[in-house]
């Protein structure tokens, strides 16, 4: 069965440090990736995706996620983090023909001014 | 922009209950989900509906049902509400058409806050 995994429940970092959050997916074939940020009492809003082509996707806000297959990962990055950037992070992966999502738990990320 | 909304941001209702959220997009969207949302369990599949009047299950369907006559409005309904059905419940809408720049993006509602007492 289909599974995403974020390691990670909760992350801190200090303003202006770099960020990666971790994602691990298991699925047969090329699976459709994404990044969703959820801020406090707010629905989901999409931060990039990844449907095939380049392996590194560009996203809004600053950030970037790396496809490696070969270590069913889909890692979100971003240089240097910014206070607005405190929120929960969800990795989804889709399942092709169906449209339906499968969600990590999410991981908290606060930032230290 | 695409649009999701739910008709309530907060609600409190008593066990038994029948409850109603709905969920409206404006996006002609053939796809619609809910969602509910528990800490450390991530988003969880209740039901989803692939066109007007079709629905399929998700992986946690007990306790719920849902409607869907008309493209842009998907309900969810709790028969008879319980105290473990107190949860953040989202909303979310889909194109499925491979020609739209948002293909296969899920769009999401800001959620229901739903207390069950």
């Known amino acids: 069965a289909q599974s995403v995994t974020q390691p990670d429940i909760h992350i801190t970092v200090s303003e202006g440090a770099s960020l990666e959050l971790r994602c691990n997916y298991s699925?047969?074939?090329?699976?459709?990736l994404f990044w969703y940020v959820q801020s406090p009492g707010q629905g989901l809003q999409l931060l990039l995706k990844y449907f095939s082509g380049d392996t590194l996707v560009q996203g809004i806000k600053g950030f970037e996620a790396e496809f490696k297959r070969s270590q069913s990962s889909f890692n979100l990055r971003k240089p240097s983090v910014h206070w607005s950037d405190a929120a929960e992070y969800f990795c989804?992966?889709?399942?092709?023909?169906?449209?339906?999502?499968?969600f990590g738990t999410g991981t908290r990320l606060k930032v230290l001014a | 922009d695409v649009k999701v909304t739910q008709s309530s941001r907060y609600l409190v209702k008593r066990t038994g209950e029948k409850v109603f959220l709905e969920c409206v997009q404006d996006m002609d969207h053939e796809n619609m989900f809910w969602y509910r949302q528990d800490p450390g369990l991530g988003l969880r599949l209740i039901y989803f509906s692939y066109d007007v009047k079709m629905k399929e299950k998700g992986d946690i369907p007990e306790g719920y049902s849902v409607s869907r006559e008309k493209k842009e409005r998907f309900s969810l309904i709790l028969e008879s509400a319980s105290t473990n059905q107190t949860s953040m419940y989202l909303c979310a809408s889909l194109i499925t058409s491979g020609l739209s720049p948002t293909y296969n993006e899920q769009f999401f509602g800001p959620g229901t806050r739903l207390t069950v007492l």
């Open positions: 989804a992966v889709a399942t092709s023909g169906t449209y339906k999502y499968i």
């Open positions: 699925y047969g074939a090329t699976p459709y």
